[in-house]
């Protein structure tokens, strides 16, 4: 396999570096996670007017732009560059995902089109009331009624579920596990926003009571679902290496231009090991979070899981640990509500537990070796 970027990757790279500069800087992060719903609607819409990323991984059947998991993988690391606030890992990675790999094509035909051009904003309510996923055994349960389909029970942190107008809903059935529709708006189904350490990314409980849902599978859902999950959990390791590597930036250019005793602090001893050592887990990182993205372009299931959890666990810890370095670089100024380290280090830690701390993953990753 070529692990090899190519030259339409690059350009890809750089067009989204640029519209996420114009359109996602400090300022623009601050203001849009203090309201309610989490990100700029405007900056949504001309994300997908101008470079159609909502879209990115929709077939062109559907309007999209057809693209895979490592187009994807690139996206997302750019965002995590800038803390990027808005439903891409919600809309864009997990409700597109579950609706190529689960749903009929009816569903897909009706709702895929209206992602790819950023009129509709989608989910899935996939972890468990810890915060884990847990395709086989998700907390909701299906119940049929007459010719349609009721859920009860909780869903907790899910992406950008309290203004979803479409909720995507893996269901427990007397048939086996299915993914189930439910509208936003829907009669008996209580939204409500979750008080999390990160503000850049809206986290929702859903509370079903007897809710109204539509089946969009046939079959055992599960195999579909442990497949979106390793694809959510890939791109999301990309997300943690682009954040991490921004914070090795802030940190080596604050090393090179504090000055200390009337030397720079970057020519200490202590200051050089710790950029050292950063740089050394920001790469590594980037290797795994490559190395799944495409196993995920490859298409082979199992290897694609395997690379997921092992991505996912390195990422999370290298991010972390590359956030709270940055903020110890940076001394007092560190540790201020003025200085975006903190917020880099907000991100990486809600980053970390989000579908799965680094322990469950390899958890996960033993109990698929057989170890």
């Not at 007459?146 to 479409?166: K, Q, S, Y």
């Not at 089946?215 to 999950?229: H, I, K, N």
């Not at 200051?271 to 082979?300: P, T, W």
Request: net charge negative.
């Amino acid at each position: 396999m070529d692990f090899a970027f190519t030259e339409e990757h690059e350009e890809l790279r750089q067009a989204v570096r640029r519209f996420l500069e114009n359109e996602s800087s400090e300022a623009a992060v601050r203001a849009a996670m203090e309201t309610e719903r989490g990100w700029d609607t405007r900056v949504w819409e001309r994300m997908a007017s101008e470079v159609a990323l909502p879209g990115l991984a929709v077939p062109e059947r559907h309007g999209g732009a057809g693209l895979g998991p490592v187009e994807l993988a690139i996206v997302m690391e750019e965002m995590g560059r800038v803390l990027f606030c808005g439903p891409y890992l919600s809309t864009a990675v997990l409700a597109v995902g579950a609706l190529e790999e689960i749903a009929d094509e009816a569903a897909q035909c009706e709702l895929l089109p209206e992602i790819a051009a950023g009129r509709l904003i989608a989910t899935v309510a996939m972890a468990d009331e810890n915060g884990r996923s847990v395709a086989g055994s998700p907390p909701v349960r299906a119940v049929q009624d007459g010719t349609g389909w009721r859920l009860e029970g909780i869903a907790n942190f899910v992406p950008d579920g309290h203004v979803a107008d479409v909720v995507l809903v893996p269901g427990r059935a007397e048939d086996g596990v299915g993914l189930f529709r439910v509208e936003g708006g829907a009669p008996r189904l209580e939204r409500s926003l979750l008080p999390t350490l990160d503000l850049t990314r809206k986290l929702a409980r859903l509370a079903l009571s007897g809710t109204p849902a539509v089946r969009m599978s046939t079959g055992d859902a599960v195999p579909g679902l442990e497949r979106v999950q390793a694809l959510a959990v890939a791109a999301l390791a990309a997300e943690q290496t682009g954040g991490a590597q921004r914070c090795l930036e802030m940190a080596t250019e604050y090393a090179r231009t504090r000055l200390q005793f009337g030397r720079a602090i970057g020519s200490f001893q202590a200051i050089k090991h710790k950029c050292a050592d950063m740089l050394v887990q920001v790469e590594f990182a980037r290797s795994a979070a490559y190395h799944a993205a495409f196993r995920a372009a490859d298409g082979d299931g199992d290897e694609l899981i395997t690379a997921a959890h092992m991505a996912k666990s390195y990422c999370s810890e290298a991010y972390f640990q590359a956030a709270a370095e940055t903020i110890q670089i940076h001394g007092g100024m560190g540790f201020t509500w003025e200085h975006p380290a903190h917020l880099y280090f907000k991100r990486a830690k809600a980053s970390s537990v989000l579908f799965g701390d680094p322990i469950d993953e390899r958890r996960k990753l033993a109990a698929r070796l057989g170890i």
